[in-house]
Protein backbone atom coordinates (compact mmCIF):
# COMPACT_ATOMS: atom_id res chain seq x y z
CA UNK A 1 0.00 0.00 0.00
CA UNK A 2 1.25 3.59 -0.87
CA UNK A 3 2.01 6.17 1.63
CA UNK A 4 0.21 9.39 1.50
CA UNK A 5 2.39 11.66 -0.40
CA UNK A 6 4.52 8.46 -2.71
CA UNK A 7 0.71 8.29 -5.17
CA UNK A 8 2.74 10.26 -8.05
CA UNK A 9 6.02 8.69 -7.00
CA UNK A 10 7.96 11.61 -5.27
CA UNK A 11 8.91 9.38 -2.01
CA UNK A 12 10.52 6.48 -1.69
CA UNK A 13 8.40 3.98 0.78
CA UNK A 14 9.68 4.01 4.58
CA UNK A 15 12.45 1.78 5.36
CA UNK A 16 11.04 -0.83 7.84
CA UNK A 17 13.73 -0.50 10.12
CA UNK A 18 14.07 2.96 12.75
CA UNK A 19 16.67 4.71 14.98
CA UNK A 20 15.68 6.37 18.23
CA UNK A 21 17.73 9.09 19.79
CA UNK A 22 17.95 6.81 23.46
CA UNK A 23 18.89 8.34 26.51
CA UNK A 24 20.40 12.00 27.31
CA UNK A 25 24.21 12.52 27.38
CA UNK A 26 24.90 15.65 27.94
CA UNK A 27 22.87 18.98 28.60
CA UNK A 28 23.81 22.54 27.40
CA UNK A 29 21.92 25.38 28.77
CA UNK A 30 21.85 28.67 26.62
CA UNK A 31 20.26 32.06 27.07
CA UNK A 32 17.06 31.34 25.58
CA UNK A 33 16.93 27.96 25.67
CA UNK A 34 18.66 24.22 26.44
CA UNK A 35 20.43 22.02 24.11
CA UNK A 36 20.04 17.73 24.96
CA UNK A 37 22.68 15.97 23.26
CA UNK A 38 21.59 12.20 22.84
CA UNK A 39 23.17 9.00 22.26
CA UNK A 40 21.94 9.66 18.68
CA UNK A 41 21.34 13.22 17.35
CA UNK A 42 20.39 16.33 19.17
CA UNK A 43 17.27 18.40 20.78
CA UNK A 44 17.44 21.73 20.88
CA UNK A 45 14.39 23.72 23.12
CA UNK A 46 13.72 27.57 22.86
CA UNK A 47 12.17 29.62 24.89
CA UNK A 48 10.45 32.57 23.26
CA UNK A 49 7.84 33.54 25.59
CA UNK A 50 6.25 32.02 28.50
CA UNK A 51 3.64 30.46 26.22
CA UNK A 52 5.97 29.83 22.81
CA UNK A 53 8.78 27.03 22.98
CA UNK A 54 10.26 25.84 19.67
CA UNK A 55 11.48 22.51 19.86
CA UNK A 56 14.17 21.12 16.86
CA UNK A 57 15.77 17.54 16.83
CA UNK A 58 18.27 16.77 14.10
CA UNK A 59 19.59 13.08 13.67
CA UNK A 60 22.60 14.76 12.07
CA UNK A 61 23.08 16.99 15.08
CA UNK A 62 23.25 20.01 12.52
CA UNK A 63 19.99 22.38 12.20
CA UNK A 64 18.63 23.98 9.44
CA UNK A 65 19.84 27.83 8.57
CA UNK A 66 16.74 30.29 8.65
CA UNK A 67 15.19 30.66 5.15
CA UNK A 68 13.97 33.89 4.06
CA UNK A 69 10.60 32.93 3.29
CA UNK A 70 10.38 31.49 6.96
CA UNK A 71 7.95 32.64 9.71
CA UNK A 72 7.49 36.35 10.64
CA UNK A 73 9.85 36.12 13.76
CA UNK A 74 12.92 34.58 13.65
CA UNK A 75 14.21 33.51 17.23
CA UNK A 76 16.42 36.02 18.10
CA UNK A 77 13.78 38.36 17.47
CA UNK A 78 11.27 37.79 20.57
CA UNK A 79 12.21 39.93 23.67
CA UNK A 80 14.43 37.11 26.14
CA UNK A 81 11.78 35.18 28.53
CA UNK A 82 12.72 33.42 31.68
CA UNK A 83 12.54 30.73 32.24
CA UNK A 84 13.38 28.16 35.36
CA UNK A 85 15.73 25.19 34.67
CA UNK A 86 15.69 22.11 37.27
CA UNK A 87 17.80 19.38 37.15
CA UNK A 88 17.33 15.38 38.63
CA UNK A 89 18.96 11.94 37.86
CA UNK A 90 16.03 10.98 35.94
CA UNK A 91 14.41 14.29 34.63
CA UNK A 92 15.13 17.93 33.38
CA UNK A 93 12.31 20.37 34.03
CA UNK A 94 12.14 23.39 32.55
CA UNK A 95 9.49 25.84 33.34
CA UNK A 96 7.84 29.69 32.37
CA UNK A 97 5.30 31.68 34.23
CA UNK A 98 3.16 29.96 32.30
CA UNK A 99 4.47 26.17 31.16
CA UNK A 100 6.52 23.23 32.26
CA UNK A 101 8.33 21.31 30.36
CA UNK A 102 9.18 17.61 32.02
CA UNK A 103 12.02 15.90 29.89
CA UNK A 104 13.07 12.11 30.90
CA UNK A 105 16.54 11.55 30.49
CA UNK A 106 16.52 7.63 29.70
CA UNK A 107 14.76 7.40 26.91
CA UNK A 108 14.81 10.90 26.37
CA UNK A 109 10.53 11.96 26.41
CA UNK A 110 9.08 15.32 26.70
CA UNK A 111 5.54 16.13 28.66
CA UNK A 112 3.92 19.28 29.19
CA UNK A 113 1.85 20.82 31.96
CA UNK A 114 -0.45 23.68 32.55
CA UNK A 115 -0.46 26.42 35.57
CA UNK A 116 -2.81 23.41 37.19
CA UNK A 117 -0.39 20.90 36.76
CA UNK A 118 -2.58 19.14 34.22
CA UNK A 119 -0.16 17.38 31.34
CA UNK A 120 -0.88 17.44 27.52
CA UNK A 121 1.00 16.93 24.58
CA UNK A 122 3.22 14.29 26.01
CA UNK A 123 5.59 11.96 23.98
CA UNK A 124 4.44 8.41 24.38
CA UNK A 125 7.12 5.50 25.16
CA UNK A 126 7.13 5.16 20.78
CA UNK A 127 8.37 8.80 21.04
CA UNK A 128 10.66 9.71 18.22
CA UNK A 129 12.26 7.53 15.20
CA UNK A 130 13.43 8.11 12.02
CA UNK A 131 14.48 5.73 9.28
CA UNK A 132 16.44 7.19 5.97
CA UNK A 133 14.23 9.78 4.65
CA UNK A 134 11.18 10.32 7.30
CA UNK A 135 10.96 11.44 11.30
CA UNK A 136 8.20 10.29 13.27
CA UNK A 137 6.94 11.52 16.93
CA UNK A 138 4.13 9.80 18.68
CA UNK A 139 2.24 12.43 21.37
CA UNK A 140 -0.70 10.97 23.40
CA UNK A 141 -4.16 11.92 23.16
CA UNK A 142 -6.38 12.99 26.09
CA UNK A 143 -10.01 11.29 25.64
CA UNK A 144 -11.19 15.12 25.92
CA UNK A 145 -9.70 16.50 23.51
CA UNK A 146 -10.77 17.86 20.34
CA UNK A 147 -8.43 19.37 17.36
CA UNK A 148 -8.84 22.35 14.92
CA UNK A 149 -7.27 24.01 12.54
CA UNK A 150 -5.08 22.28 9.78
CA UNK A 151 -5.70 25.39 7.80
CA UNK A 152 -8.22 24.20 4.55
CA UNK A 153 -9.97 20.93 5.41
CA UNK A 154 -13.10 19.58 4.39
CA UNK A 155 -15.75 17.62 6.25
CA UNK A 156 -16.50 18.44 10.08
CA UNK A 157 -15.38 21.14 12.21
CA UNK A 158 -13.41 18.68 14.46
CA UNK A 159 -10.41 16.49 12.78
CA UNK A 160 -9.37 14.21 15.48
CA UNK A 161 -10.05 10.36 14.39
CA UNK A 162 -8.80 11.53 10.58
CA UNK A 163 -5.24 11.24 8.92
CA UNK A 164 -4.14 14.30 7.21
CA UNK A 165 -1.32 15.35 4.83
CA UNK A 166 0.39 18.11 4.27
CA UNK A 167 1.22 19.03 0.12
CA UNK A 168 -0.82 21.27 -1.92
CA UNK A 169 -2.25 19.93 -4.92
CA UNK A 170 -5.38 21.20 -7.64
CA UNK A 171 -8.29 19.18 -5.92
CA UNK A 172 -11.42 19.30 -8.34
CA UNK A 173 -14.37 17.64 -7.03
CA UNK A 174 -13.04 17.17 -3.78
CA UNK A 175 -15.15 16.25 -1.08
CA UNK A 176 -15.59 15.77 2.91
CA UNK A 177 -13.02 12.86 2.78
CA UNK A 178 -10.20 14.27 0.85
CA UNK A 179 -6.80 14.69 2.54
CA UNK A 180 -4.65 17.17 0.09
CA UNK A 181 -6.31 20.53 -1.12
CA UNK A 182 -4.96 23.63 -2.58
CA UNK A 183 -3.60 25.19 1.39
CA UNK A 184 -1.34 22.48 3.62
CA UNK A 185 -0.86 24.34 6.88
CA UNK A 186 0.69 22.47 9.64
CA UNK A 187 -0.89 23.85 12.45
CA UNK A 188 -3.04 21.73 14.88
CA UNK A 189 -5.59 23.76 17.62
CA UNK A 190 -6.57 21.26 20.27
CA UNK A 191 -9.01 21.90 22.98
CA UNK A 192 -10.66 20.00 25.80
CA UNK A 193 -12.34 21.80 29.04
CA UNK A 194 -9.76 24.40 31.25
CA UNK A 195 -6.71 24.03 28.52
CA UNK A 196 -5.94 25.17 25.25
CA UNK A 197 -2.87 24.59 22.84
CA UNK A 198 -1.16 24.86 19.46
CA UNK A 199 1.03 22.92 17.58
CA UNK A 200 2.63 24.06 14.60
CA UNK A 201 4.80 21.88 12.83
CA UNK A 202 7.99 24.17 10.80
CA UNK A 203 8.54 22.26 8.01
CA UNK A 204 7.62 23.01 4.25
CA UNK A 205 8.59 19.07 3.35
CA UNK A 206 5.76 16.71 2.53
CA UNK A 207 4.61 15.61 6.30
CA UNK A 208 1.37 14.34 7.67
CA UNK A 209 -0.78 14.42 10.80
CA UNK A 210 -2.38 11.34 11.89
CA UNK A 211 -4.90 12.86 14.58
CA UNK A 212 -5.99 9.25 16.00
CA UNK A 213 -6.84 7.51 12.88
CA UNK A 214 -4.49 4.62 13.61
CA UNK A 215 -4.89 4.44 17.46
CA UNK A 216 -7.28 7.16 19.12
CA UNK A 217 -5.29 7.26 21.85
CA UNK A 218 -2.26 8.49 20.05
CA UNK A 219 -1.38 11.34 17.77
CA UNK A 220 1.31 10.98 15.06
CA UNK A 221 3.53 13.50 13.33
CA UNK A 222 5.66 12.66 10.31
CA UNK A 223 7.80 14.30 8.56
CA UNK A 224 9.83 14.07 4.91
CA UNK A 225 12.65 16.14 5.99
CA UNK A 226 16.40 16.47 7.51
CA UNK A 227 14.72 17.26 11.00
CA UNK A 228 11.51 17.93 12.86
CA UNK A 229 11.06 21.17 13.94
CA UNK A 230 7.72 22.17 15.91
CA UNK A 231 6.34 24.96 18.26
CA UNK A 232 4.40 24.48 20.86
CA UNK A 233 1.77 27.18 21.58
CA UNK A 234 -0.10 26.98 25.40
CA UNK A 235 -3.45 29.02 25.58
CA UNK A 236 -4.54 28.27 27.91
CA UNK A 237 -7.75 29.53 25.21
CA UNK A 238 -7.98 29.31 21.78
CA UNK A 239 -7.83 33.15 21.13
CA UNK A 240 -4.80 33.26 23.52
CA UNK A 241 -2.88 30.71 21.15
CA UNK A 242 -3.92 31.97 18.01
CA UNK A 243 -2.83 35.21 19.22
CA UNK A 244 0.64 33.77 19.86
CA UNK A 245 0.24 31.83 16.56
CA UNK A 246 -0.15 34.72 14.32
CA UNK A 247 2.19 37.05 16.10
CA UNK A 248 4.89 34.19 15.02
CA UNK A 249 3.94 33.42 11.38
CA UNK A 250 1.74 37.31 10.34
CA UNK A 251 -1.28 38.53 10.48
CA UNK A 252 -3.91 39.73 8.12
CA UNK A 253 -3.11 43.41 7.13
CA UNK A 254 -6.35 45.64 7.39
CA UNK A 255 -8.09 45.31 4.04
CA UNK A 256 -9.21 48.19 1.70
CA UNK A 257 -12.70 48.40 2.18
CA UNK A 258 -14.16 47.63 -1.40
CA UNK A 259 -12.81 44.22 -0.70
CA UNK A 260 -15.50 43.49 1.78
CA UNK A 261 -18.37 44.18 -0.21
CA UNK A 262 -19.91 41.43 -2.54
CA UNK A 263 -17.89 40.55 -5.41
CA UNK A 264 -18.48 39.07 -8.93
CA UNK A 265 -17.21 36.62 -10.86
CA UNK A 266 -17.48 33.98 -13.10
CA UNK A 267 -15.59 31.46 -15.81
CA UNK A 268 -15.54 34.02 -17.69
CA UNK A 269 -16.93 36.99 -18.77
CA UNK A 270 -15.55 36.64 -22.01
CA UNK A 271 -15.07 40.39 -23.43
CA UNK A 272 -15.16 44.25 -22.35
CA UNK A 273 -18.59 44.58 -23.66
CA UNK A 274 -19.77 41.17 -21.39
CA UNK A 275 -18.60 43.28 -18.32
CA UNK A 276 -19.83 46.25 -18.64
CA UNK A 277 -23.50 44.23 -18.89
CA UNK A 278 -23.42 42.88 -16.04
CA UNK A 279 -22.13 46.17 -13.73
CA UNK A 280 -24.99 47.72 -15.89
CA UNK A 281 -27.69 45.00 -14.56
CA UNK A 282 -25.97 45.18 -10.73
CA UNK A 283 -26.88 49.06 -10.65
CA UNK A 284 -30.07 48.92 -12.59
CA UNK A 285 -31.56 46.31 -10.56
CA UNK A 286 -29.69 48.15 -7.44
CA UNK A 287 -27.92 45.07 -5.90
CA UNK A 288 -25.13 46.53 -4.41
CA UNK A 289 -21.90 44.95 -5.80
CA UNK A 290 -17.87 46.23 -5.50
CA UNK A 291 -15.64 44.16 -7.39
CA UNK A 292 -16.08 42.08 -10.90
CA UNK A 293 -13.60 40.09 -11.82
CA UNK A 294 -11.48 39.13 -15.08
CA UNK A 295 -10.92 35.37 -15.58
CA UNK A 296 -8.34 34.09 -17.82
CA UNK A 297 -10.24 35.47 -21.25
CA UNK A 298 -8.97 38.06 -20.94
CA UNK A 299 -5.76 37.24 -22.05
CA UNK A 300 -4.18 36.96 -25.57
CA UNK A 301 -4.06 32.90 -25.63
CA UNK A 302 -4.19 32.99 -21.73
CA UNK A 303 -0.81 34.76 -21.96
CA UNK A 304 0.01 36.44 -18.66
CA UNK A 305 0.45 40.01 -18.27
CA UNK A 306 -1.52 40.69 -21.54
CA UNK A 307 -4.42 41.73 -22.83
CA UNK A 308 -6.97 40.08 -25.76
CA UNK A 309 -6.68 43.40 -28.76
CA UNK A 310 -10.19 41.83 -30.02
CA UNK A 311 -12.36 40.96 -26.91
CA UNK A 312 -10.67 43.70 -24.42
CA UNK A 313 -9.25 46.30 -26.71
CA UNK A 314 -8.93 49.22 -24.13
CA UNK A 315 -8.59 47.88 -21.33
CA UNK A 316 -8.04 51.16 -19.24
CA UNK A 317 -11.38 52.45 -21.12
CA UNK A 318 -12.77 49.54 -19.65
CA UNK A 319 -11.48 50.24 -16.15
CA UNK A 320 -12.18 53.50 -15.82
CA UNK A 321 -15.87 52.41 -16.76
CA UNK A 322 -16.17 50.21 -14.02
CA UNK A 323 -14.93 53.03 -11.86
CA UNK A 324 -17.14 55.36 -12.70
CA UNK A 325 -19.99 53.07 -12.31
CA UNK A 326 -18.74 52.55 -8.89
CA UNK A 327 -16.79 49.08 -9.29
CA UNK A 328 -12.78 48.02 -8.76
CA UNK A 329 -11.70 45.05 -11.16
CA UNK A 330 -9.35 41.86 -9.93
CA UNK A 331 -7.98 40.44 -12.59
CA UNK A 332 -6.67 36.53 -12.76
CA UNK A 333 -2.85 35.99 -12.99
CA UNK A 334 -1.79 32.21 -12.66
CA UNK A 335 2.29 31.45 -12.42
CA UNK A 336 2.53 29.63 -15.88
CA UNK A 337 4.28 31.79 -18.47
CA UNK A 338 3.78 30.44 -22.22
CA UNK A 339 6.76 28.74 -23.81
CA UNK A 340 6.76 31.09 -26.51
CA UNK A 341 10.05 31.59 -28.21
CA UNK A 342 8.87 32.18 -31.94
CA UNK A 343 6.63 35.50 -30.62
CA UNK A 344 7.15 38.87 -29.34
CA UNK A 345 6.33 37.87 -25.38
CA UNK A 346 8.30 39.66 -23.28
CA UNK A 347 7.59 38.19 -19.88
CA UNK A 348 8.59 34.80 -21.37
CA UNK A 349 11.82 36.23 -23.02
CA UNK A 350 12.73 37.94 -20.07
CA UNK A 351 12.17 35.15 -17.66
CA UNK A 352 14.04 32.93 -19.95
CA UNK A 353 17.57 35.91 -20.12
CA UNK A 354 17.76 35.80 -16.50
CA UNK A 355 17.17 32.47 -15.72
CA UNK A 356 14.01 32.80 -13.96
CA UNK A 357 12.47 29.81 -14.56
CA UNK A 358 11.95 26.14 -12.95
CA UNK A 359 14.84 23.42 -14.50
CA UNK A 360 15.05 19.79 -13.54
CA UNK A 361 18.33 18.16 -11.62
CA UNK A 362 19.68 18.10 -14.68
CA UNK A 363 19.39 21.85 -15.90
CA UNK A 364 16.90 21.41 -18.53
CA UNK A 365 13.72 23.79 -18.34
CA UNK A 366 10.96 22.05 -16.94
CA UNK A 367 7.74 22.44 -18.60
CA UNK A 368 4.29 21.49 -17.70
CA UNK A 369 0.84 22.16 -19.64
CA UNK A 370 -1.92 24.39 -18.37
CA UNK A 371 -4.51 27.13 -20.17
CA UNK A 372 -1.53 28.49 -22.47
CA UNK A 373 -0.34 24.96 -23.87
CA UNK A 374 3.17 24.84 -23.03
CA UNK A 375 4.64 26.60 -19.87
CA UNK A 376 7.59 27.26 -17.86
CA UNK A 377 7.42 28.09 -14.03
CA UNK A 378 9.05 30.84 -12.03
CA UNK A 379 11.12 29.89 -9.32
CA UNK A 380 9.02 32.07 -6.68
CA UNK A 381 11.45 30.98 -4.03
CA UNK A 382 13.94 33.73 -5.44
CA UNK A 383 14.12 37.28 -4.28
CA UNK A 384 14.69 38.74 -7.95
CA UNK A 385 11.94 36.48 -9.28
CA UNK A 386 9.67 38.21 -7.09
CA UNK A 387 10.20 41.82 -7.69
CA UNK A 388 10.23 40.63 -11.64
CA UNK A 389 7.08 38.99 -11.39
CA UNK A 390 5.53 41.82 -9.33
CA UNK A 391 6.63 44.98 -11.54
CA UNK A 392 4.72 43.00 -14.63
CA UNK A 393 2.00 43.32 -12.81
CA UNK A 394 2.00 47.22 -14.45
CA UNK A 395 0.44 46.04 -17.27
CA UNK A 396 -2.57 45.69 -15.20
CA UNK A 397 -1.98 48.36 -12.90
CA UNK A 398 -1.85 51.11 -15.44
CA UNK A 399 -5.04 50.28 -17.07
CA UNK A 400 -6.81 50.70 -13.59
CA UNK A 401 -7.06 47.01 -12.49
CA UNK A 402 -7.70 47.11 -8.71
CA UNK A 403 -6.74 43.51 -7.70
CA UNK A 404 -5.02 40.47 -7.98
CA UNK A 405 -6.06 36.87 -8.33
CA UNK A 406 -3.63 34.54 -8.26
CA UNK A 407 -4.67 31.00 -9.53
CA UNK A 408 -3.56 27.45 -10.36
CA UNK A 409 -0.94 28.36 -7.89
CA UNK A 410 -0.40 24.78 -6.12
CA UNK A 411 1.15 24.90 -8.96
CA UNK A 412 -1.40 23.44 -11.29
CA UNK A 413 -0.01 21.64 -14.29
CA UNK A 414 -0.88 18.60 -16.67
CA UNK A 415 2.07 16.30 -18.10
CA UNK A 416 0.00 17.02 -21.85
CA UNK A 417 -1.88 19.66 -23.59
CA UNK A 418 -5.50 20.68 -21.28
CA UNK A 419 -8.44 18.17 -22.75
CA UNK A 420 -5.43 15.56 -24.38
CA UNK A 421 -6.00 13.06 -21.81
CA UNK A 422 -3.41 13.88 -19.33
CA UNK A 423 -2.69 13.62 -16.03
CA UNK A 424 -2.31 16.49 -12.90
CA UNK A 425 1.55 15.84 -12.25
CA UNK A 426 3.83 17.45 -9.55
CA UNK A 427 7.21 19.84 -10.60
CA UNK A 428 10.11 17.09 -9.53
CA UNK A 429 10.98 16.76 -5.85
CA UNK A 430 14.53 17.27 -6.86
CA UNK A 431 14.54 20.33 -9.19
CA UNK A 432 16.84 22.75 -7.67
CA UNK A 433 15.21 26.07 -6.46
CA UNK A 434 16.22 28.99 -4.58
CA UNK A 435 18.70 31.48 -4.61
CA UNK A 436 22.27 30.55 -4.25
CA UNK A 437 22.98 31.42 -0.50
CA UNK A 438 20.03 29.09 -0.22
CA UNK A 439 19.75 26.19 -2.58
CA UNK A 440 17.83 23.63 -2.19
CA UNK A 441 14.79 21.35 -4.01
CA UNK A 442 11.36 21.50 -4.82
CA UNK A 443 10.64 18.85 -1.91
CA UNK A 444 11.37 21.72 0.53
CA UNK A 445 9.15 24.36 -1.62
CA UNK A 446 6.36 22.97 -2.96
CA UNK A 447 4.02 23.58 -0.56
CA UNK A 448 5.24 27.19 -0.40
CA UNK A 449 5.01 28.01 -4.19
CA UNK A 450 1.31 29.67 -3.67
CA UNK A 451 2.59 31.52 -0.58
CA UNK A 452 5.74 32.81 -2.64
CA UNK A 453 3.22 34.23 -5.39
CA UNK A 454 0.85 35.90 -3.65
CA UNK A 455 4.18 37.67 -1.71
CA UNK A 456 5.16 38.61 -5.26
CA UNK A 457 1.89 39.90 -6.14
CA UNK A 458 1.38 41.51 -2.58
CA UNK A 459 4.81 43.59 -2.79
CA UNK A 460 4.81 44.29 -6.17
CA UNK A 461 1.00 46.34 -5.96
CA UNK A 462 2.87 47.89 -2.57
CA UNK A 463 5.80 49.00 -5.10
CA UNK A 464 3.44 49.82 -7.90
CA UNK A 465 0.61 51.76 -5.89
CA UNK A 466 1.91 52.64 -2.37
CA UNK A 467 -0.97 54.68 -1.59
CA UNK A 468 -3.50 51.94 -1.90
CA UNK A 469 -3.99 48.65 0.02
CA UNK A 470 -3.55 45.39 -2.01
CA UNK A 471 -5.94 43.51 -2.37
CA UNK A 472 -4.56 39.67 -3.68
CA UNK A 473 -6.91 36.07 -4.07
CA UNK A 474 -4.77 33.13 -3.75
CA UNK A 475 -5.81 29.81 -4.31
CA UNK A 476 -2.84 27.95 -2.40
CA UNK A 477 -0.65 28.75 0.34
CA UNK A 478 1.21 27.61 3.80
CA UNK A 479 1.43 28.78 7.35
CA UNK A 480 1.13 32.66 7.22
CA UNK A 481 -0.42 33.25 3.98
CA UNK A 482 -2.39 35.44 5.73
CA UNK A 483 0.29 38.31 5.88
CA UNK A 484 0.08 38.07 1.74
CA UNK A 485 -3.66 37.34 0.25
CA UNK A 486 -6.90 36.58 1.37
CA UNK A 487 -7.95 33.04 0.66
CA UNK A 488 -11.05 31.16 -1.01
CA UNK A 489 -11.64 27.68 -0.68
CA UNK A 490 -11.37 26.60 -4.77
CA UNK A 491 -13.45 24.60 -7.57
CA UNK A 492 -16.41 23.59 -4.83
CA UNK A 493 -19.56 22.31 -6.02
CA UNK A 494 -22.80 23.76 -6.65
CA UNK A 495 -24.44 21.04 -4.07
CA UNK A 496 -26.08 21.11 -0.53
CA UNK A 497 -23.22 19.15 0.84
CA UNK A 498 -20.75 21.74 -0.23
CA UNK A 499 -22.83 24.32 0.93
CA UNK A 500 -23.20 22.79 4.28
CA UNK A 501 -18.92 22.08 3.93
CA UNK A 502 -18.09 25.72 3.24
CA UNK A 503 -19.06 26.95 7.07
CA UNK A 504 -16.48 24.23 9.03
CA UNK A 505 -13.89 25.04 5.99
CA UNK A 506 -13.84 28.61 7.12
CA UNK A 507 -13.94 28.18 10.54
CA UNK A 508 -10.86 26.21 10.61
CA UNK A 509 -8.81 28.65 8.43
CA UNK A 510 -9.77 31.21 10.68
CA UNK A 511 -8.46 28.81 13.22
CA UNK A 512 -5.03 28.56 11.06
CA UNK A 513 -4.25 32.55 11.28
CA UNK A 514 -6.30 33.11 8.02
CA UNK A 515 -9.41 35.55 8.54
CA UNK A 516 -9.77 36.71 5.76
CA UNK A 517 -11.97 33.69 4.14
CA UNK A 518 -14.62 32.62 1.61
CA UNK A 519 -16.06 30.15 -0.68
CA UNK A 520 -17.65 30.47 -4.19
CA UNK A 521 -21.18 31.86 -3.77
CA UNK A 522 -23.83 29.43 -5.48
CA UNK A 523 -20.76 26.98 -6.00
CA UNK A 524 -18.16 27.02 -8.84
CA UNK A 525 -18.88 23.76 -10.51
CA UNK A 526 -22.00 22.48 -11.68
CA UNK A 527 -25.80 24.39 -12.26
CA UNK A 528 -27.13 25.92 -8.27
CA UNK A 529 -30.71 25.85 -8.38
CA UNK A 530 -32.84 28.46 -7.44
CA UNK A 531 -33.53 27.50 -3.58
CA UNK A 532 -29.68 26.38 -3.17
CA UNK A 533 -28.46 29.62 -4.96
CA UNK A 534 -30.75 31.72 -2.70
CA UNK A 535 -29.82 29.79 0.73
CA UNK A 536 -26.27 30.28 -0.29
CA UNK A 537 -26.15 33.65 -0.93
CA UNK A 538 -27.60 34.19 2.83
CA UNK A 539 -24.99 32.80 4.50
CA UNK A 540 -22.46 34.04 1.95
CA UNK A 541 -22.90 37.37 3.67
CA UNK A 542 -21.40 36.03 6.43
CA UNK A 543 -18.20 34.72 4.80
CA UNK A 544 -15.61 37.36 5.02
CA UNK A 545 -14.86 36.98 1.74
CA UNK A 546 -18.07 37.47 -0.29
CA UNK A 547 -17.55 36.90 -3.43
CA UNK A 548 -20.32 34.66 -6.14
CA UNK A 549 -18.09 32.81 -9.15
CA UNK A 550 -19.27 29.56 -11.70
CA UNK A 551 -17.82 27.40 -13.78
CA UNK A 552 -17.29 27.87 -17.75
CA UNK A 553 -20.51 25.82 -19.46
CA UNK A 554 -22.44 26.21 -16.31
CA UNK A 555 -25.70 28.25 -16.60
CA UNK A 556 -25.74 32.01 -15.18
CA UNK A 557 -25.20 32.46 -11.79
CA UNK A 558 -25.79 36.47 -11.42
CA UNK A 559 -28.49 37.04 -8.87
CA UNK A 560 -30.51 37.72 -11.01
CA UNK A 561 -30.40 34.13 -12.93
CA UNK A 562 -33.13 32.32 -11.15
CA UNK A 563 -36.02 34.49 -11.21
CA UNK A 564 -37.66 37.67 -9.57
CA UNK A 565 -38.01 35.92 -6.31
CA UNK A 566 -34.22 34.81 -6.07
CA UNK A 567 -33.35 37.78 -7.22
CA UNK A 568 -34.91 39.58 -4.61
CA UNK A 569 -34.11 37.41 -1.78
CA UNK A 570 -30.47 37.84 -2.98
CA UNK A 571 -31.26 41.79 -2.92
CA UNK A 572 -32.04 41.89 0.61
CA UNK A 573 -29.45 39.67 1.67
CA UNK A 574 -26.60 41.61 -0.01
CA UNK A 575 -28.19 45.10 1.20
CA UNK A 576 -27.74 42.67 5.13
CA UNK A 577 -24.15 42.74 4.48
CA UNK A 578 -23.83 46.47 3.41
CA UNK A 579 -25.38 47.80 6.33
CA UNK A 580 -22.64 44.95 8.44
CA UNK A 581 -19.59 46.55 7.23
CA UNK A 582 -18.58 49.27 9.66
CA UNK A 583 -18.79 46.08 12.10
CA UNK A 584 -16.81 44.04 9.70
CA UNK A 585 -14.31 46.59 9.17
CA UNK A 586 -14.13 46.95 12.83
CA UNK A 587 -13.69 43.02 12.89
CA UNK A 588 -10.95 43.09 10.32
CA UNK A 589 -8.81 45.85 12.51
CA UNK A 590 -9.26 43.39 15.39
CA UNK A 591 -8.25 40.60 13.25
CA UNK A 592 -4.82 42.50 11.93
CA UNK A 593 -4.35 43.34 15.57
CA UNK A 594 -4.42 40.08 17.42
CA UNK A 595 -5.12 37.36 14.84
CA UNK A 596 -8.08 37.02 15.42
CA UNK A 597 -10.91 35.02 13.04
CA UNK A 598 -13.50 37.03 11.78
CA UNK A 599 -15.83 34.04 11.36
CA UNK A 600 -15.90 32.12 14.32
CA UNK A 601 -17.17 28.83 16.06
CA UNK A 602 -18.80 28.39 18.90
CA UNK A 603 -15.97 26.88 20.68
CA UNK A 604 -13.51 29.98 20.37
CA UNK A 605 -16.10 32.27 22.35
CA UNK A 606 -16.86 29.03 25.05
CA UNK A 607 -13.51 27.40 24.94
CA UNK A 608 -14.92 25.60 28.48
CA UNK A 609 -18.01 23.90 26.99
CA UNK A 610 -18.16 20.74 25.06
CA UNK A 611 -21.39 20.73 23.96
CA UNK A 612 -19.86 23.14 21.63
CA UNK A 613 -16.92 21.42 20.40
CA UNK A 614 -18.81 19.12 17.86
CA UNK A 615 -20.81 22.24 16.35
CA UNK A 616 -20.24 22.76 12.87
CA UNK A 617 -23.14 24.51 11.25
CA UNK A 618 -23.22 27.36 13.57
CA UNK A 619 -20.84 30.19 13.89
CA UNK A 620 -20.33 33.61 15.14
CA UNK A 621 -19.55 36.94 13.38
CA UNK A 622 -16.76 38.01 15.73
Not at 31 to 39: H, S
Not at 138 to 158: D, F, Q
Not at 454 to 483: C, D, H, K, W
Request: proline share 8%; with cysteine.
Amino acid sequence: MLEPGEIFGQFPARPPQRQTCGSLQELQIHPRGIQLLCRQGCWSVQVLTPRLLRLRFSPSGEFLPRRSWDVALADEEWPPAFFELQESPTQVHLATSQVQLQIDRDPLRFSFRDPQGQVFCADLPAGLSWGSDDIRLVKSLHPAERIYGLGERAGLLNKRGRRYSHWTRDCWGYDAQSDNLYLAIPFALVLRPGLSYGLFLHCTHWSQFDLGQADPKQWAIEVRAPELDYYLIYGPTPALVLQTYTQLTGRTPLPPLWALGYQQCRWSYASAAQVLAVAKQFRQRQIPCDAIYLDIDYMRGYRVFTWDPRRFPEPAQLMAQLHEAGFRGVAIVDPGVKFDPEADYAVFDEGLAQDFFIRRADGHLFHGYVWPGKVLFPDFSCPEVRRWWGSWQRVLTQAGVDGIWNDMNEPALNDRPFGDGGQIVDIPPDAPQGPPEERTTHAEVHNLYGLLMARASREGLEQLNPARRPFVLTRSGFAGIQRWAAVWTGDNQSSWEHLEMSLPMLLNLGLSGVSFVGADIGGFGGNATPELFARWMQMGILYPLMRGHSALGTRPHEPWSFGLEVETICRQAIQLRYQLLPYLYSLFWESSQTGSPILRPLLYEFPDDPQTYEISDQALLG
